[in-house]
């Protein structure tokens, strides 16, 4: 019995030392796969923080690319990503767990970076392609009545072809050898001496056809009710000419300068020429951050620089013969050089007005907008907060306001003013991207990139205000006939010698560095 008693005690001991045995053993194989976890956690971990580093290099380098942050911000910048790095690589080295904060913070930092190295890149793209402008678009078009069978220009083959010679006489002719080379063979044509001579044998019968610059249909409209409505467009082609830059070296960071702001309605590229429905000069000089808005009516009834030999028409229709000829319309009339423009079609006003936020913009009467604005709405006397749509139908209005396209240059004025005074602030940040979207094939500029990434690196190097100032010339209503059509008298303004003497003054004053109230 005692004998047994022993056996059975040390079979006990014998399986508590396997127990020991084998709990060594699987202690120290979890040990093994607890370290080989950890070297592989390590690993993981020092390889985002290396692709965190390649992520910030990525995007130092974009901005450096970009050239429009001052240096001494991207210094900052680089020392904080830096230090970011050598946190997460300390965090990882020193670790003695698994590092899943610093993981985290990885993986969110490279995320972050690259994003911001995407809209760098788009935002560089972006002023390449609206800077630089250096042509203009003429469209010509062939037209028949909109009941008429042809679809194309080869349904009009046997068609005779009404055309003018007086105005864009080259263009014509150019699309006439075009459409003969297209049909193999020689279009009949009947001659007139303008173009409401041919807008009405079309529409009398005499022709099938016409062939004219489409730039002329807003002026066609003016004299045919529902002219639009009444044609269709069976063939068009886009004749393109340079724009000389006479502003390549202007030191727009130092020197005072002058932009042509041309506001379009156009469907197709922004180098077309059209009628200037908003013309805004912006007298800038940047030593005082002086910023003068002057607005000129449509209608004044004003000489164009080497085309209207003498003969006066609406400023409106010099942008029918290119932006170039409005600038020199402008640049006679207020004895000044203006040295860029900016074409900014209408549509992109929504956008970029909701792209910042809505702009808060003054008005200096209260009225109601009519339908032909866009909108009916009700506008206060003083501070109103538009979003984009009510902002365009407030720079559109003119039937419901007394004086008509006078006040309605000076709304336009006060969306611009608006619209500068936002962007200047940091609500432009978060509205980056709807801002690139809309400006992108909608603005033109002759600016270069280095000039526009110049005055955006001065701006964030002072983050100085600037005073923003608007002045309107004034006229005298009154029909007469134009230049560009001498069908009937249209309606036009007699410029106010006194006001225009005024901007003049205002003009130089604004460029030798004085401050205007």
Known sequence: ???????????????KNRDRGSQRVAARKNSKNKNADKKISRSIGLGMALFELISSVVFVVSLLFLNMLPVKYLAVLSGVLWIVFLLLLLSELKAKKYAITSKIISVLMSALLLFGSYYVAKTSSTIENISGGDKKVDKMVVAVLADNPAETIEDAADYSFGVQYVIKGDEVRGIISEINSKLNTEIPLVEYDGLSEQAA????????????????TAILEEAFEGYSDSIKIIYSHEVESEIKN??????????????????????????TNSRS???????????????????????????????????????????????????????ELYDTEIQFYARVNFTSLIQMVDALGGVDVYSELAFTTSSDSGMVMNVSQGYNHFNGQQALAFSRERQNLASGDYQRGKNQQAVITAMIQKAISPAILAGA????????????????AEQIQSLI???????????????????????????????APLSVSWPNEDSVAAIREQIAAVKRGDILQ
């Not at 005692?2 to 001991?13: D, G, H, L, P, V």
């Not at 429905?277 to 620089?305: E, K």
């Not at 991207?433 to 270069?448: F, P």
């Not at 701006?459 to 059509?485: F, H, P, R």
Request: with cysteine.
């Open 246 to 271: 006479i502003a390549i070296d202007v030191k727009v960071k130092e020197e005072a300068f002058v932009v042509y702001i041309s506001g379009i309605d156009v469907y197709g590229a922004i180098e």
């Open 433 to 448: 991207n709807g801002i690139l979207e809309s400006v992108s094939g909608n603005v033109d500029t002759n600016m270069s």
């Open 201 to 216: 044998a079309l529409h009398d019968g005499e022709v099938d056809a016409i062939i004219y610059n489409d730039a002329y």
């Open 457 to 487: 690196k001065s701006q964030l190097e002072t983050g100085k205000g600037w005073n923003i100032t608007s002045v309107a010339a004034e006229g005298t209503g009154d029909m007469q006939y134009c230049y560009s059509y001498s069908g």
């Open 277 to 331: 429905d908003v013309n805004i000069l912006a007298v800038v000089n940047p030593t005082t951050h002086q910023i003068l808005l002057v607005t000129t009516p449509r209608d004044y009834y004003v000489t164009f620089p080497g085309v209207t030999g003498g003969a006066r028409d609406k400023l409106t229709h010099a942008g029918i013969y290119g932006v170039d000829t409005s600038m020199a319309t402008l640049g």
């Open 1 to 15: 019995m005692k004998r047994e008693s022993q056996k059975s005690t040390q079979t006990t001991k014998q399986k």
